[in-house]
């Protein structure tokens, strides 16, 4: 049973226009959630999170959005650039201060067309 | 800063070899360790996670073990690997109180 789903394997945008990768989960005991952002043959790397005591966090281009109601988060890039094409993957934790793992979705493939 | 390394960056073993994938990491101590797989077009399955010496909890069955000799190194073992052990294979660090983890550059394995 996937906790984390991200239910488009796959987004296309134009360069300067803003991509909106979206993840659902269903764990309600998540309390962290973060995004990821990996290039072919490279480990993820860390890109932004939120805690579940916030509903939005910004950080320059990216903004994560977090609908606890509706177990949603997603994830806002403007304007959209080349270098964004990437995967990117949602991941949840229960615990942020613990040793539990986190949880991935199965990510989204974004491209970002010049 | 703290830095971890994984090697090899990639790997080529033919079914029924062993396998060692070793993961080190750097100015940090007592971190939390973890082995991901991302099998082709899927997700971070968490295979392994440490949270001291010796101390491993396995999230998978599966053909393949962890080990922790030293506080900073993970090591993934497999006596003998199956084509179904074909991925990439992460190692990533966590700080006790940090809620993000930090991913090596990662392993691809073949098995043929």
């Known amino acids: 049973d996937q906790q984390v789903k991200q239910n488009s394997p796959s987004l296309s945008v134009q360069e300067g226009r803003i991509s909106i990768l979206n993840c659902d989960y269903t764990?309600?005991?998540?309390?962290?959630f973060l995004w990821y952002k990996k290039y072919p043959a490279e480990g993820p790397t860390f890109l932004i999170s939120?805690?579940?005591?916030?509903d939005k966090n910004e950080d320059g281009r990216f903004t994560v959005f977090l609908n606890k109601s509706a177990k949603h988060l997603s994830l806002h890039i403007v304007p959209s650039q080349p270098g964004d094409s990437a995967v990117y993957f949602c991941a949840a934790s229960g615990d942020s201060g613990s040793a539990r793992q986190l949880t991935f979705g199965s990510g989204t493939q974004l491209t970002v067309l010049p | 800063s703290q830095t971890i390394h994984q090697w090899p960056a990639t790997l080529v073993q033919p079914v029924g070899s062993p396998l060692s994938l070793e993961c080190t990491v750097e100015g940090t101590s007592n971190p939390n360790l973890y082995w991901y797989r991302q099998a082709a077009g899927r997700g971070l399955q968490l295979l392994f996670y440490?949270?001291?010496?010796?101390?491993i909890s396995s999230e998978v069955p599966q053909n393949l073990s962890a080990s922790r000799p030293q506080d900073r190194q993970f090591i993934l073992s497999s006596k003998k690997l199956l084509l179904s052990d074909s991925g990439f294979y992460l190692c990533?660090?966590?700080?006790?109180?940090?809620?993000?983890?930090?991913f090596g550059q990662g392993t691809r394995l073949t098995v043929v």
């Open positions: 939120i805690s579940s005591i916030k």
């Open positions: 764990n309600s005991m998540f309390d962290y």
């Open positions: 440490s949270i001291g010496i010796d101390q």
């Open positions: 990533a660090w966590k700080g006790v109180s940090v809620g993000m983890a930090f």
